[in-house]
């Protein structure tokens, strides 16, 4: 028992989702018998839900992956997994089932806003004992319980989005750093025409400022009550509008940042957009018409801090400019309407 307590008390000093999921798999893979380990991403495309591997055992070692779920070449229906797809229509709490034989499977879904994004998977080649399962189920729902209380302190209290902290931690981290090895899919075992066939290296991620338009007026008009409702739908809406790969955090008031990921200018702006006629043509109650503005730039140049300064100044520059659109930062400094920054290195924000 002392080492499940040891990993235990590991796995709950993590302050990271993919830490955290990376050091319960360590704890199941230790338990006698484990042959294999697993997290399944579960996600929605197309109307489909799809199942991939996130981290999982390669030559003793746990890694996970950092591609996007949808252009994930390893991605396939859950409906190949139908005790896993059986067990989440049905809300229970776990599915048992003989794969092949001598491999038996153990699928442990992670509930969390009442759906399920990630599942744990347990390989052996004999039945799980009453006893391991009762041991699984322990360590899961220490595991469960913790990812609850890391989501909640990463979070707005009013609009459920990710928080300025989440923000700051995450971006000034960038990339991501994890406990677990990232592997590209040519590592994975994907062959070199599969990964040539997904575009893999040319994901690059934007940066959205989003700032409502004449919010005080709302709050002026209306009352603070209709000044959140109206943060709340617009939250909504971001959640709508962007894919799940893609992260939204309340920045502080009526300003937001989006990081999208995308695989080129194009489609990055014609997704901005389409959020911002998103809002412009829903019906807010009581207050009618909102808009938003926006400034974007792409987060493959410069520190954090400059990043974010130019999607603020295209920002202010739309604001200027009419409200209700979207800037993009190079276009705005190629025109000559904005002066490029100058770096400076000493400013240190994060
Ligand atoms: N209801 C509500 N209001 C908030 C919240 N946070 C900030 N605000 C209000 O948001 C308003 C922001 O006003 P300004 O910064 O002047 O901007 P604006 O009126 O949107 O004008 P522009 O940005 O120039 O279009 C202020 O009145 C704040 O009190 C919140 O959580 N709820």
């Given at each position: 028992?002392?080492?499940?307590?040891?990993?235990?008390?590991?796995?709950?000093?993590?302050?990271?989702?993919?830490?955290?999921?990376?050091?319960?798999?360590?704890?199941?893979?230790?338990?006698?018998?484990?042959?294999?380990?697993?997290?399944?991403?579960?996600?929605?495309?197309?109307?489909?839900?799809?199942?991939?591997?996130?981290?999982?055992?390669?030559?003793?070692?746990?890694?996970?992956?950092?591609?996007?779920?949808?252009?994930?070449?390893?991605?396939?229906?859950?409906?190949?997994?139908?005790a896993l797809?059986q067990c989440?229509?049905?809300?229970e709490i776990r599915a048992t089932a003989s794969v092949?034989?001598?491999r038996y499977t153990l699928w442990l879904?992670?509930?969390?806003?009442?759906?399920?994004?990630?599942?744990?998977e347990i390989t052996q080649?004999r039945p799980f004992s009453a006893?391991k399962l009762?041991?699984i189920?322990?360590?899961?729902?220490?595991?469960?319980?913790?990812?609850?209380?890391?989501?909640?302190?990463?979070?707005?209290?009013?609009?459920?989005?990710?928080?300025?902290?989440?923000?700051?931690?995450?971006?000034?981290?960038?990339?991501?750093?994890?406990?677990?090895?990232?592997?590209?899919?040519?590592?994975?075992?994907?062959?070199?025409?599969?990964?040539?066939?997904?575009?893999?290296?040319?994901?690059?991620?934007?940066?959205?400022?989003?700032?409502?338009?004449?919010?005080?007026?709302?709050?002026?008009?209306?009352?603070?009550?209709?000044?959140?409702?109206?943060?709340?739908?617009?939250?909504?809406?971001?959640?709508?509008?962007?894919?799940?790969?893609?992260?939204?955090?309340?920045?502080?008031?009526?300003?937001?940042?989006?990081?999208?990921?995308?695989?080129?200018?194009?489609?990055?702006?014609?997704?901005?957009?389409?959020?911002?006629?998103?809002?412009?043509?829903?019906?807010?109650?009581?207050?009618?018409?909102?808009?938003?503005?926006?400034?974007?730039?792409?987060?493959?140049?410069?520190?954090?801090?400059?990043?974010?300064?130019?999607?603020?100044?295209?920002?202010?520059?739309?604001?200027?400019?009419?409200?209700?659109?979207?800037?993009?930062?190079?276009?705005?400094?190629?025109?000559?309407?904005?002066?490029?920054?100058?770096?400076?290195?000493?400013?240190?924000?994060?």
């Amino acid at each position: 028992m002392k080492p499940i307590l040891q990993n235990l008390v590991e796995m709950t000093g993590h302050r990271d989702h993919l830490r955290l999921e990376v050091s319960v798999l360590s704890t199941l893979q230790q338990l006698n018998s484990t042959t294999e380990v697993r997290a399944l991403e579960v996600f929605t495309d197309g109307g489909t839900t799809h199942v991939r591997p996130r981290t999982w055992l390669q030559n003793g070692e746990l890694v996970s992956t950092d591609s996007e779920a949808a252009s994930d070449p390893h991605r396939e229906p859950l409906h190949n997994y139908p005790a896993l797809c059986q067990c989440i229509e049905k809300r229970e709490i776990r599915a048992t089932a003989s794969v092949q034989k001598s491999r038996y499977t153990l699928w442990l879904p992670v509930w969390m806003h009442d759906k399920v994004s990630t599942c744990l998977e347990i390989t052996q080649s004999r039945p799980f004992s009453a006893h391991k399962l009762d041991v699984i189920q322990g360590i899961f729902h220490v595991y469960q319980n913790y990812q609850s209380l890391l989501d909640y302190s990463e979070r707005d209290a009013l609009t459920g989005l990710l928080n300025r902290k989440t923000f700051d931690e995450q971006f000034s981290r960038h990339p991501t750093a994890s406990l677990a090895r990232r592997v590209s899919p040519a590592a994975a075992g994907v062959p070199d025409g599969d990964e040539a066939s997904c575009g893999e290296p040319a994901v690059e991620q934007w940066l959205a400022v989003v700032d409502v338009d004449h919010f005080k007026q709302v709050n002026d008009r209306f009352g603070h009550l209709y000044g959140d409702e109206v943060l709340i739908l617009i939250a909504n809406i971001l959640r709508s509008s962007f894919r799940s790969h893609d992260r939204i955090f309340r920045f502080g008031g009526e300003e937001f940042v989006v990081l999208l990921r995308s695989t080129n200018l194009a489609t990055a702006h014609k997704v901005f957009n389409r959020f911002r006629l998103a809002v412009q043509e829903y019906h807010f109650p009581q207050v009618g018409q909102v808009t938003v503005s926006m400034g974007f730039v792409s987060t493959s140049r410069g520190s954090p801090v400059e990043i974010l300064g130019q999607a603020d100044q295209a920002l202010y520059h739309a604001k200027e400019n009419g409200r209700n659109q979207v800037c993009f930062y190079d276009d705005l400094v190629a025109s000559g309407h904005l002066a490029a920054k100058v770096a400076n290195d000493s400013v240190e924000l994060f």
